[in-house]
């Protein structure tokens, strides 16, 4: 108990009034509350607006569905596209000491700093009809900008650095040592790759995923440029939301644009849950006196 | 972009090469690299070379373009700036408080990061649009918050919220509460503990968060569109004019205002990456 209280005292010194700590919680909820929860509610709020009937209606449309699909292959491209590289640059980043390394690091960060709508300028200049590849490509009669190429393309693009950084900060907190060990005692690069590091990163490699396959599906600026906005063929969903919305069909609009936000939602309970688990295991590992620093918390952001 | 500070055990790697996969990791990194980000990007130089100088200077320097220079990076400071000062709150609130809640409110933090832009642009229209839910109550009032630059603010304010909570949350977790009671019991006031301790502790924190905000407002585009009334002169912003000027086929024009924005995008990156470098500085000293 005198434990306790001595605790409480020393806590006095470090933080604030009673009336200070409240207003600042409802500061800076009622911010929140403003900016974040009110544009998530009137998503669903206005997609409902006419009621279920109109809002599956809607969703239930051979246009949207097309908008869906593509929307579901593009990110089945560029994720896994991304996940390969961003394993191998991590690997090549973290486990080795190499002239340039900071450099590297800095371009594989690079499409994060280009707006998309540059992103999508890039891909019109190198495959479009005035292109680089532009009079070749026509000449075999392929289609990439305007068409599904494009749009894949465009979308690796504004991906490219999920993946790669959040494993790159989490291989170098671990370090060689136990990889080192299973390359002694005889294991091959892959079975060491397989059993010991993929186990170690698994976490931070699941969340750079959600995190990528979100702003796959949900890519608009670089999209927009490359997509040519063909209806039932070059749409994907953010696209659709933004020609319904044009057009004023608003329930339309909203309705896609509630799965955009439901994908959201789960891809932020994903990521909380991720935490969770992260935070568990740091426990565990804490109860057993650590021989090196511990990894850090996937708590990487874009 | 990760702002965690990480003392990477590097010395102590000393026989390298050991493991398997060097060449391999390596060589596919910059393949990969080469072929999705750094040949396209080029193409945006060459595109550029075929304009003379004098044509280059009147497409990056039209009145109109130069009155969208002026929206995007005013609205992206103002932004960012008011992102610098929420964003503190914020992440004070959820490392030093206590309250209901405080798990969900943490969640939802990377909303920004999670919601696809166009969805946030519409949503935010509908919302502070004349008929909107908060916007039929501020009109009245004569506050005009959509189809105008305010608009384009509070679009980025939404985009950016993240970067900076983000950044100062794990510097706040990681500060050494003894050096907060020290000032205490030296006599300091809770305020000059705040000032004089404190803030200098996470400003480099702080400020890798505000240019963070800034370099993703410059380049925003799906969430400000529909919000911005996208009025030449006075609510459109620099993306716009990009994809403007591909409408009307001068792609000469419109990659010479994006190797603009490119540049400047660029100049940011370094920026933030010097930043980071001292918050690492910054952080690691003490240990």
Redesign the interface.
Known sequence: MSANTSARR?QA?????TWV?YS??G???V??F???????A??FT?ALRKGFGAYVEALNEPDAWSAIRLTLITAAIAVPLNL??GV??A???A????KGKAF?T?????????????AG??????F?A???FGPWLQAHDIKIVFAVPGIV?AT??VT?PFIA??L??LM??Q??DE??AA??LGA??WQ??WYVTLPNIKWGLIYGVI?CN??A?????AV??VSGHIRGQTNT???H??IL?NEYQ?VA??AV?SL??L???V???I??VIEWRHEQDMKAAADIPPE??LA??P???? | ????P?????K??A????????N???G???F??SL??????S??FF?TFTLSWEQFWAAVTGPRVMAAYRLTFGASLIAALVNVV?GL??A???V??N?FGK?I????????????????G???T??LAGN???GQYLEPLGIVLAFNPNGVVIAL??IG???VV??V??VLEDAE?EL??AA??LGAT?WQ?FTKVIFPSIAPALLTGFAMAF?RA?????SVI?IAGNMPMVSEI???I??GK?EQYD?AG??AV?LV??VF??V???V??ALQAWQRRHTGAPA
């Open positions: 020393a010194g470090t933080t604030e009034p700590r600042l919680i500061i800076a909820l911010f929140m403003l900016f974040l929860v009110l544009p998530l009137a998503v206005e390969v590289f191998a640059a690997w090549a980043i486990k080795y000491e190499f590297l800095t371009l594989v960060d690079l499409p994060f700093s280009v707006s998309p709508v540059v300028l890039i891909y019109v200049l190198m479009g005035q292109g680089w393309l690796v693009f490219f950084r959040e790159i900060p170098q907190a370090g060689n990889e080192q390359i002694v091959t690069g060491t790759f995190l979100a702003r599906m949900g890519e608009f600026g927009s440029v969903m953010p696209l939301v933004e919305y608003s609009a909203f644009a955009l936000a994908l959201a939602l891809t932020l309970v990521k909380s090196r620093p850090s918390t708590g990487a952001i874009v | 972009m990760t702002a965690l990480i003392a990477a055990p590097a102590r790697r026989p390298a090469k050991v493991l398997p996969g060097f391999l990791t390596l596919f990194t910059i990969y690299l999705i980000v750094l040949i396209p990007l193409a945006l595109k929420f709150l914020v004070w609130v959820l030093r408080y309250f798990k409110v943490d969640a939802l933090v990377d909303l920004p990061f999670a919601l696809p832009t166009a969805v946030a519409i949503s935010l509908a919302l909107g839910w908060v304010i939404f919220l993240p970067f983000r950044t949350q794990p509460k907060e009671e205490t019991c809770r503990t370099a410059i380049g925003e585009y799906g529909f620099t993306p716009l990009i994809i591909l792609y419109a990659t994006a924005m490119l995008s660029f940011l990156l370094l933030i990456n």
